[in-house]
Each structure stands twice: as C-alpha cells, then as structure tokens.
C-alpha cells in the first residue's frame, strides 16, 4: 500500500527522484525554496507546501536533498522544520551530501524527538535517478530502513545497507567522492605524460576506458579530460572542494592521514585561485596540463 | 595464409599468447631462457630453439615477451640475438613493459638493421591472455603494423594504434600501469576511512565496484584490498615499484611533473623498507593501515 | 610615565612577560582561570582580579595570551569580558596564537565598541621571555601600536610592524610555526637517509647547524630530531597539529594551496593515530623513521 | 712541511680552494679542462698540466672538485687519469657534489689501486672559499684524513669527519641540499601565504631571518624568494634538480621514503617545464606564486 510521504529538495537530483516516487503511485507533498521548481511536480500529482514542515505528516516519512548542511539545518529545525512536524515515530531519509558531524548531530536530534534519522546519499547523475538507477548506501536504525525500503526501490536498482554506525552511509558517499576526484588527478597525470610523448589523449583513455577501467567514472570523466571539456560543468569545481573539505574533515576527525586527498584538496585550490570555481572540477586537469608547460 | 613466426618468453603471460598463436595455425618456434617452460608448447606443435636467434627467419616476425630492460637487451642483440637472424625486412614485435628510453634505443636499433620494431605492450592478465582477449597498444611502423594485424587478432580482441611516435605504446603501457597503482594507493585511503568510522570495508568496495567504478581494476584491486589479501601475489610489489620507476623516469625525461606518481612511489619505498617486496603491490595498503593506526 | 595594564594568561609564556612588565614599573592588574598562578606575580607586585573585566581600566591597555580561540573569545566577550570594561579607546593587545578569521572578528568587535585590537603574536620561548628577548609581530591600528610600543620594550628585542591588514601579524605567526613545522619533517627525512646510509644523525645535524643553518631552530629541533629526545615536549604534538589546521584554514580562505603544509599535516595526523599527541611535535620523526624500517 | 699536490677543477669553487693551498705554501699543479681558468693560480705559483694524471706524483695527494659523475669518471679513470698516476699510497681527495653510488664505486676503484678516496664535499660558496671558512664534511681511511687534515686546514673552519662508511660524506652534502631545498619550498608557499593575506613579503622574511631563523641559508635565500630575485643565478635550477635526484636515488637504494624530496622534485620538474632552467634554483617560487595566482 502506497505510503503519504514527503520531499524537500527539488533540484537537478531532487526533482527526478521525487517524479519516481509520484508515478510509482505514492501521495507525495513537495517543498522547494525557490517555489518554481515545484510546478512540474504539481502538475504530476503531487500537493505543493509553503515550508518544509507542511510536507510532513505525524509519524510519516520525509525525504530530503538539499545543497549543503546550513540547508539542510533549516529545513529540519525550528517551528517550520520537518522534525518538529514529523514527531515521535517519523523517519527523516537524507540523501544530501554532508558532513560526517552533521549526520551524527542529526541523528541524536532526531533520537531525541522521538524521530529516526536515515543517511541515504546516492550515487549516480540526474538520467539515472529518472530512469530509476541510482545506487543507495543506507545506514540508520533497522525498523526505519526497513519501512523505508519500499520507497527506495521507486528509484534504485541497488541499496547497500551499511548498519548503524553513526554517519555510516554519509562516510561512504564521501568516500566514493574522494575516489572520483582520485581517478580525476591520475587521468590528468596520465594524460599530461601521454601527450608529452607524442600519444594522442583521447586514444589512450579510450583504450583504457575500454579495457581495464570500463566504468562510468573513467569513462565520462577520461572522455571530459582527454578532451579537456570543462563547460557546462556536470559537477562545479567549488563543490568538489566542498565535499573534498568534508572528507578531509572527517579524515581529521578520525585521525586518518589521507595524503591523496591532501594533493586533490591542493590541486583544487590551485584551480580557485586561478578562477575556475564555475567550471567543472574535471578542469583540475588544466593545472596538471600547466605543470607539464602543456597549456 | 598463415605466417612463420618465433617468440621469445614463455612466462605467466608469454605462454598463453604464444599457445593462441599456435592454436590459430601458425608455424611457432619457440625460446626461453629455462627451457622447461618449452614443453608443453612443444606438445602443442611448436618448434624448440636453443638461442633466441633461433626462432627467426630471414625477413620474418619475432614476438617477445621478457622480464625487463636488460633481457629484451639480451634476446635482442649479438650473434644469438633475434635481431641479427632477422635482418631486413624482419619485424620484432615487443610486448615488455619496459622504460621508454630502451624502446627508443630499439626502434633505432632494429631500423639501422633494415628491420621494423613494433612497441606492442599489452593489458590483461593470464586468463584474458588464455581467451584471447588482452587489449594492445600497438606503435611503430604502418607497415609492419599491417603485416601483424592477423597475428594480433589470435589473442586480442582490441589492438588500439598509437601511430610511430618513438615509444609511443610502451608509454601507454607504464601510464595505464601508473592508473593502477593510484586506484590502489585511492581504495587504501577511502578503505581506512571507511574502517576508522565503523563502515565495513569489503560492503563499501562492493558498493562502488559494482556501480560508478563497475570495472576490472576497482573490482579486483577493491576485493583484494578491502579483504587485505596480498599473497599469492598477482604482481610482485618490486615489479610495481620497478614500473612506477619507469613512469617517473619517462615523466623526467619529458619534463612532466607527476605528484601522485611520487605518492604512490613512496608509499612503495616504505613497503619496501618494511619487508613487503615479495607481496601484491595492493600491500601498499598495509602502510596506509598503519598510517590510520587500524593494523 | 607608567601605564596601569592588564594582563589576562598566565601560562607559560604568560607568566615571565607579565614579570618583565611589573619589573618595568608598571601597574599591572592580572587574570588566570586557574588562580594559583598568580600568586608569585602577587608577590612581584602586581593586583590579582577575579574576572578578565576585572583587569581592565576604562581606556587602558589589557595583554591577553591564551589557550586558544575559545579562550580568548571567553576573556573578551561579555560583561565580564575585557571589551566591556576596556570601552573606547582601550587598547587589546592580543599576543595569543588564533585563527586568522577569529583575529578578523576580534578586531571587528573592538571597533564597534571604540577600542582597538593590536595582533602582536611572539616569536621565542619562555627563557627568551624571562630574559626580555622576545621577538614580536604587530599590526592594527597605527596610534594603538604607537601606545603600546614602550610596554613592548619591556619583554622584547625585536618589533616588526605589519601595517593594518586585518589579522596580519596573526598570519605571520601562522605562517613561523609552519616553516618550523617544515623544518621539523626535512630533518627527519634528511636523518632517515643519513642514518641508512652509515651516517651519524648527531654528526650530521651538528655540522649543518653549525653552518648553512645555524639558528635556533635548526640547532634545537635539529638535536632533539636526532637524537629523538620527544619528552618532556617543548610544544606537544596535538599543539602543532592545532595551529597546522590554522595555517591550512588561512590558506583555504585566501585560496593559496599549499602542498608542503599539507605534507606536515598527514605527518601530524598520522603520529596522532599512533597515539603521540603528547609527545614534542619533533616526533613527526617517528613515522618518518618507520616509514624507512629504521624503528 | 709542505706537501707536493694536484688540483683538478678550477670552477668558481675550486679556483679560491686551489689559491689558498699555493697561499699556504704548498707546491700545487693544476689541472682545468678548459685551460685558461688556470691563468691567474700560475701567476700566483702553480704549475700548469695538461691532463689530469699531469697533477699527481706517485704515492701523493690530488684534489679535485668537478661538474658532475661523468666528469669526475673522467679525470679519474685511463692513462691520462689521476688514479693511474697517483698508484698506491696515493690519495684523491674529491669534494665533487656526485652520486652515493658513484662514490662508492670510486672508492672500490682506489682501494684496487691502492689508493685513498677520500669523499670531502664541502659547504658553503665562492666568497667563503676564499675567506678559507668553508665546512667539510669527511668520509674514508682513517690514514688519509690525517695525512690531509693540514691541507683542509687551508680553507676549511670545520671539518667533520663522518667515519669510513661507504659514501658517507657525500650523502652528507645531499642531504645537506635536500635541506636546502626544502627551505625554499616551505619559504615559499609561506610567502605565498602573507602576500594574499595583505602582509608585506620581506618584512615577514625578515623577522623570521632576524630570529627563529637566523641563518645563512634563510638569510639569502629568504631575501631572495620574497623580493623574486632568480638571476643572475647563484645555483641554477638545472643543477638543482640534478641533485635532488641525486637525493632520490641515494634514498631508493637505501629504501629511504623522502616525500618532501618528492615535492621538491615535483616542483622543480615543474619549473623546468616552464623554461626556467637557469634560473636560480628559489625560482621554484614562481610556481608556487602561479599556483596561488599571485603572479
């Protein structure tokens, strides 16, 4: 039986998730700061509401995506938060990217109200999330995640349960950032030296991308390096700084030198300070190309 | 109509090669170093040389697959070296990964002598070699390209031409290898991580190795790290430093600066230090434990 | 004349400046949270106060040197805070080793309040302040700094004047411990590879500090590093790790990427994980060391 | 009484070294490559050769200070080389910036012979050379160091002497420039750090060349890194890289992780790339300034 749940977040991930949810025939209330972005899902059937707390039902489920953790703070607390409007026995799902610290402040917020608190980022870009592809990693209390499992599978082909350590989920997509902005500095190394021997980029990440690293990672972003093609950017250069800042925290806080991160972490200031915060952080590559007097 | 040919190096990977060669028709006489490796070879229908000159005809095609610098030296050059039995005309196809330097040197070499040398490194393990289905970097001349193109096909299933820039194949082969070893030196850090905030290591691998990063490097390294399972080694850990050392020396001598090849050629140089040559080079990750105080 | 002073932080740099001023002639009213350091200052001469306020005249001039940012937030802020009872134009003469930003706020927070802030981090350690030879970065307000300059005589040798840019002189003393930070991992590698190669690590560091860098730091790290003599610590471990977190936060907010502050970082980070924090921050040593297979 | 000698090498540092042994009253032959840097020590009463044997008398002393390896092999080794002329009980005493191994393999040469090699780089430059203070470090047979001691008397104020291990002296002088070159590097991005945060680059040097730091290689270094003075060149960048890697190759065969080493490499390799091999070497600063786009 279809469940009466709630949605605050309806940007470029947000929006395709919350259109499954609808079509998948569940009672959905949508919220968005900027109202606009709610008018295609009005018209899908969902109920549109005036602030995050009017998504919310008592004891109900809410979802949430948002840009950051100041934003997510303020649609969950205060008079017109989800929490307080979810009460004892809701189930939160957050799906944005985070810190670490703020999923398990959170979680003892939400514990405390009686409330659950469910990490669950995804992987995957926004045509996956319409064609229902996304990969979840999910961690929170057990009787939530599992009341919850239907709903994920609106919109998912693989939900990997990562029990309840506090933050679980939100280390895990952190981590899965990390590795891409690692695959990003190794491609640009590698196709700084490839073209400073006379081999043609797009060729060798092809015949690798092809072979040994046949994934979407090396993929899309070997094609987007190899070709140096930085606008429109899929994921800005000032948000993967971001998120890299959020996993060097995180690292910090659990006294986890990680020296890879440092040098992305490096390579992504270099590439603010010389103004390409708009572009895509595949431009990482322009400051390698520099290095090698290749640009 | 099918080609007489010789090989040179019957090792993990030069014996399954050398067996679809023979599989697919063709006339092979056969060298290595310690003639044991020969015989099954020769059951399948090869002919035994005694020195490496001994496998090549007049003007034919010589296939070798060697250790390092210094054996392709060896099989290459003097009375008993391939390339004097080869002569003008003759065609020594080089599938060794070796410094970038030497396949320089050899080109020169083999084109005073009025042959042709082919950098043509490959990318698979043993099994893929076995089902003829390794992926090669071919470089060198048309030519000679053209005439070996039916021999490549008996055990690949993609020959990628990086057209006759001097070492151009060989300096994909170290690059693709230096992609290797960042994956590994990446998944160590993210595995610590992961670890150091109670994510299982193993659930979080199998999580991206079986959606943004679904290919053979991040499925295999992945499960070996996050398993921490270095012995057998599939390949030595001062092998990889060894190829890390070309990488750097081919980054050198083109004036390419590569910090995370220096990242990841220090981490060697502590395993080293520590007693680990003789395991997998994914022990680089027993350092990166150690590192985050969990080994 | 002698001016009446406050003086808030009486640990161990604290204590001997506070000396040097009562021994000037000055009137000096002082505040430490834990109120039995205060006794022999007492019995120098000078008056003991209940709260930070309590120091502080109406338009007089207070020294702070304190724990960290929190602390000097807590002696500033409120009605028992120095600003409330210093009031326009007073003077805050801020020696504590803080945040760029949390300087930036301070000196905010003075001038709505009429009173100036003066950043005047020291160089030196406890004996060079017993002694008066403190060296001293300074910047805020020209007319402050002119103020406070004969007050400055009394514990220092040396005053560099960094202009008004907000938070300069704080920048600078982020910017001295880092280069100590630096120094601290260069000799630990340069010992590393002397002490594998048959070379002594005293001799070694003796004869460098003993010409191209024969200064204090070299001479005082130099010897504990080589001799690896880590406690009791002059500056513990977790300490430095503190004000690298600084340096990097000064560095991420101005966009300066800074590789070998990030180097230092990991170091700090991993002797944390292998539970050092109390050691002298020279013990960065020890994984350098291990990292070699000399420990 | 004064001892009969050879000179090998009248670079900027020899010439002064060679003019304070004749001052000394020493009978002194010399040998340059280039035959007119001999000019001036014949005026001042040294005796001309024309080839390196042409120096050493049988069973006596030769010093020589040269470019690089090739060149020390070359003056050592053949009929027309010092080692065949000096024969056994001879000593050469050679203060060349070379290789570990190369030492090594020098020593093994004179001990067949015989002979003494002596490994005596020294620190410092060509002003201190002539005022006869420079520092030395010493490394070989215990008879030869004392049969030369007075000779290094001539010019040197310290000699340190570093026992009989195999090269040790000389890793010596490249840890030494290691260090040298980590200064710059952490000078520079500290520079990097004050500039964006409005705080003037020399005063900042200058108080920490005027006291942590008051050292001879803070000191020029320092003033030239904040003012970018890169040429007319004391050390050019070229030669700087050529002994970092010298540094990285010692610390290889020695299982030596050195990743402030690395760093510099990068920075340098960096620096080549962009056209500035000659440089001073502290012209690694302007990439350091590129990266935080300052310049």
């Not at 949810?21 to 709610?38: E, F, Q, T, W």
């Not at 979840?136 to 693989?158: C, D, H, M, T, W």
Request: glycine share 10%; with cysteine; aromatic share 6%.
């Amino acid at each position: 039986m279809a469940e009466t749940i709630g949605f605050v977040g309806l940007g470029n991930m947000g929006a395709p998730i919350a259109r499954r949810l609808i079509d998948a025939g569940h009672a959905v209330s949508v919220y968005n700061r900027s109202p606009d972005k709610a008018a295609p899902l009005v018209e899908a059937g969902a109920r549109r509401a005036d602030a995050p707390a009017g998504v919310a039902a008592k004891g109900g489920v809410v979802f949430s995506i948002v840009a950051d953790d100041a934003a997510l703070e303020q649609v969950t607390r205060g008079p017109d938060g989800v929490l307080a409007a979810l009460g004892p026995g809701g189930v939160h799902v957050s799906m944005s990217t985070i810190a670490v610290a703020t999923a398990r402040r959170m979680e003892a917020l939400h514990a405390e109200a009686g409330a659950s608190y469910l990490c669950a980022p995804v992987f995957g870009r926004p045509p996956a999330a319409a064609a229902g592809k996304l990969a979840i990693a999910l961690s929170g209390s057990a009787a939530a995640k599992g009341r919850v499992a239907p709903l994920l599978a609106a919109f998912s082909q693989n939900v990997r349960d990562f029990g309840d350590a506090p933050g679980a989920a939100n280390v895990v997509k952190l981590a899965g950032n990390f590795l891409i902005g690692s695959a990003v500095e190794a491609l640009s190394e590698a196709c700084a030296l490839a073209e400073k021997n006379g081999v043609d980029r797009t060729a060798f990440v092809e015949l690798l991308a092809g072979s040994l690293f046949d994934c979407p990672v090396y993929r899309i972003y070997g094609e987007g390096i190899a070709k140096r093609q930085f606008t429109p950017p899929g994921f800005r250069l000032a948000l993967g700084l971001k998120d890299i800042n959020l996993v060097l925290a995180a690292a910090a806080d659990s006294e986890v030198p990680m020296p890879l991160a440092s040098l992305v972490h490096d390579r992504l200031v270099t590439s603010m300070a010389k103004g390409r915060r708009d572009l895509d952080w595949m431009a990482m590559d322009l400051s390698v190309s520099e290095d090698a007097g290749t640009k």
